[in-house]
């Protein structure tokens, strides 16, 4: 599997998605993230309650591998476009599939700001996601697009918000997947405050960090590997049972 490929393609496609919201070639994600902010004060009262009750069914995630935070910013084709900046980390397991992203989309000389949650495809659309900031109350919002990598909700990203994700620990994404069992996908929000206020990551640096996140999951599905070959390797050696 080409390790590099799959290492930069997760950030790229979730930067690209949401500049994409913002500066019009995507109309179809548009026009659902409007009313995401109305209906989720009602999910929210039941929501809560879901991970809880089908805690026994949830999956087990397995070690998550996280990119970097970095910050993109860019203008759209038209001349009176104005620049969006887009603060993005994404997790994935130790083969280089991506399995959750989060990105904090920021248009220039809008107070509207969105975070953006990319979950895996097969979730459960009625039900949402929610996003928790440490130990905080979770916020919930619907689905606003699903793309064959991927399924996105957006949540306004309020002052607050982003203060607390500047000096907080984690942030938790939660679904519930087809079986109706719940997932929590976690991810790291240390630098996430040094990637928001600096300035656009270079290209180079992007580079040095996505060539050792590559190596490390190279590092990673080799360790996988041999541990699996240790294991089948005393059950291929275990003698017949004897015949009766």
Same mark, same amino acid.
């Given at each position: 599997?080409?390790?590099?490929?799959?290492? %930069?393609?997760?950030? @790229?496609?979730?930067?690209? %998605? @949401?500049?994409?919201?913002?500066?019009?070639?995507?109309?179809?994600?548009?026009?659902? %993230?409007?009313?995401?902010? =109305?209906?989720?004060?009602?999910?929210?009262?039941?929501?809560?309650?879901?991970?809880?009750?089908?805690?026994?069914?949830?999956?087990?995630?397995?070690?998550?591998?996280?990119?970097?935070?970095?910050?993109?910013?860019? =203008?759209?084709?038209?001349?009176?476009?104005?620049?969006?900046?887009?603060?993005?980390?994404?997790?994935? *397991?130790?083969?280089?599939?991506? !399995?959750? @992203?989060?990105? /904090?989309? $920021?248009?220039?000389?809008?107070?509207?700001?969105?975070?953006?949650?990319?979950?895996?495809?097969?979730?459960?659309?009625?039900?949402?996601?929610?996003?928790? /900031?440490?130990?905080?109350?979770?916020?919930?919002?619907?689905?606003?697009?699903?793309?064959?990598?991927?399924?996105?909700?957006?949540?306004?990203?309020?002052?607050?918000? *982003?203060?607390?994700?500047? =000096?907080?620990?984690?942030?938790?994404?939660? %679904? *519930?997947?087809?079986?109706?069992?719940?997932?929590?996908?976690?991810?790291?929000?240390?630098?996430?405050?040094?990637?928001?206020?600096?300035?656009?990551?270079?290209?180079? !640096?992007?580079?040095?960090?996505?060539?050792?996140?590559?190596? $490390?999951?190279? =590092?990673? @599905? $080799?360790?996988?590997?041999?541990?699996?070959?240790?294991?089948?390797?005393?059950?291929?050696?275990?003698?017949?049972?004897?015949?009766?």
């Amino acid at each position: 599997m080409d390790y590099r490929i799959a290492s %930069a393609r997760p950030i @790229a496609w979730t930067v690209a %998605a @949401a500049l994409s919201v913002l500066m019009g070639s995507a109309a179809v994600a548009q026009q659902p %993230a409007k009313p995401a902010a =109305k209906p989720a004060p009602k999910p929210a009262q039941a929501q809560p309650q879901q991970p809880a009750q089908q805690q026994a069914a949830a999956p087990e995630v397995p070690q998550l591998l996280y990119s970097p935070w970095m910050k993109v910013c860019g =203008k759209g084709p038209d001349a009176s476009a104005k620049q969006v900046c887009v603060v993005a980390k994404d997790g994935r *397991i130790e083969n280089g599939m991506p !399995v959750v @992203a989060v990105a /904090l989309i $920021e248009p220039e000389g809008s107070p509207q700001k969105i975070l953006r949650v990319t979950v895996p495809p097969g979730m459960h659309l009625q039900h949402g996601t929610r996003v928790i /900031l440490d130990q905080g109350q979770p916020a919930t919002a619907p689905y606003v697009t699903c793309v064959p990598n991927g399924c996105m909700s957006d949540y306004e990203a309020t002052a607050d918000m *982003i203060g607390r994700m500047k =000096k907080g620990q984690q942030i938790t994404v939660q %679904a *519930i997947n087809m079986n109706g069992a719940p997932i929590s996908l976690p991810l790291p929000l240390v630098d996430f405050a040094k990637a928001y206020d600096g300035p656009a990551t270079d290209e180079k !640096v992007f580079a040095e960090q996505q060539r050792k996140l590559q190596e $490390e999951l190279q =590092k990673k @599905a $080799e360790e996988a590997r041999k541990k699996m070959e240790g294991q089948q390797a005393p059950a291929a050696g275990a003698p017949a049972a004897p015949k009766q």
